[in-house]
């Protein structure tokens, strides 16, 4: 399987987090790549770059102004006179008004985030703009005949809206990829998210829309980040109805409930008569992650990867959350090697 990478991604580095109240280094760290980076190697899976790909392509999915903010608010957090890593302290919640984008860069901040553990430093537009067309590379490779193709993307995506950054994304790369799929020609895409947290804004960018399913495996939202989305009941609206579905897990969960799920996921999917398929590919669901409660072993993987391999779609497999224990190597070419 070709796997497209740009190790840009390491511009992307020394962010601290708010987590469980206290500032502590982002779990999301550039390790988690280069323990990937020495599994794909000793699987003889070579990486290639991403293509250029123009600002332009990363507004079939996100707002102008958002992408804006993210490309500019290092700039602008270093004309107020602050250094360091950029975390916001302040959001628009029930009651407070959303109508206006405030100038400074703090109450901008808040404006676009929807947490305090996802920091931008100087470097993290680069990685996340190399991250999207990773993703948008990979997904043209597809349409260009490939069977399918991994990118290797860090930042990862999943939680990142229209235009709202949060959970270490900033931009929509599974999004990205599967509009790039429609733009390309194939009908019907699916996007099978099988990271321990909801991809909330993958299921936000497509919720309305019926030529792209999004369906979602993760930690139950009731216990589990990102808290406010990935419920059962959430099913689409207007012309998207029916065309989202949950299956929101408790923390413990193992293998043999797992499994299950992702059967039920995999048939529904059959059943939409996708063309082409994107996996937002978290391997957080790992029994020795440090921040999320899955039990899945490292056996489980293959096991993973084998029957998403079995609805036989042209697949783009995009690299989601995992965080840095060594064994995230291991796990991720696990799913790869058996797809
Ligand atoms: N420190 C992905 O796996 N942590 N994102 C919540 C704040 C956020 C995970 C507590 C976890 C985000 C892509
Ligand atoms: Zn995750």
Request: charged residues 30%; negative net charge.
């Given at each position: 399987m070709r796997v497209i990478h740009s190790p840009l991604h390491a511009r992307h580095d020394g962010g601290i987090?708010?987590?469980?109240?206290?500032?502590?280094?982002?779990?999301?760290?550039?390790?988690?790549?280069?323990?990937?980076?020495?599994?794909?190697?000793?699987?003889?899976?070579?990486?290639?770059?991403?293509?250029?790909f123009p600002l332009q392509a990363l507004l079939s999915v996100h707002d102008a102004g958002f992408v804006d903010f993210l490309r500019n608010a290092y700039a602008q957090w270093r004309v107020a006179g602050m250094s360091g890593s950029m975390l916001p302290s302040g959001f628009p919640a029930r009651g407070l008004r959303r109508d206006r984008i405030p100038a400074g860069i703090n109450g901008m901040m808040g404006y676009y985030a929807f947490d305090a553990g996802t920091p931008i430093v100087e470097g993290t537009w680069d990685a996340v703009l190399a991250s999207a067309q990773s993703a948008l590379t990979a997904a043209a490779v597809v349409a260009e005949g490939e069977r399918s193709t991994f990118a290797l993307c860090r930042p990862p995506g999943h939680h990142a809206g229209h235009s709202t950054y949060g959970g270490y994304c900033y931009l929509n790369n599974a999004a990205l990829a599967a509009q790039e799929l429609r733009d390309r020609g194939f009908a019907r895409v699916a996007v099978l998210d099988v990271d321990y947290h909801h991809g909330n804004g993958t299921q936000e960018i497509f919720y309305a829309r019926e030529d792209v399913l999004f369906v979602s495996i993760h930690g139950t939202p009731d216990t589990e980040y990102p808290y406010f989305l990935g419920y059962g009941d959430e099913r689409g609206i207007d012309a998207g109805e029916g065309f989202t579905r949950n299956f929101p897990l408790p923390a413990g969960t193992g293998w043999d409930d797992y499994r299950v799920a992702l059967a039920e996921a995999l048939e529904d999917i059959g059943r939409y008569g996708a063309d082409a398929l994107v996996v937002s590919l978290g391997v957080d669901t790992f029994e020795g992650d440090p921040i999320s409660a899955f039990k899945l072993g490292s056996r489980h993987f293959p096991q993973i990867g084998a029957m998403i391999a079995g609805l036989r779609l042209p697949t783009v497999l995009v690299q989601e959350g995992g965080y840095a224990v060594e064994e995230i190597g291991e796990n991720v070419v696990g799913v790869l090697a058996a797809f």
């Open positions: 987090e708010l987590h469980r109240g206290e500032l502590v280094p982002s779990f999301e760290m550039p390790a988690r790549i280069a323990y990937i980076l020495s599994a794909l190697e000793r699987a003889r899976m070579p990486v290639e770059a991403p293509r250029d």
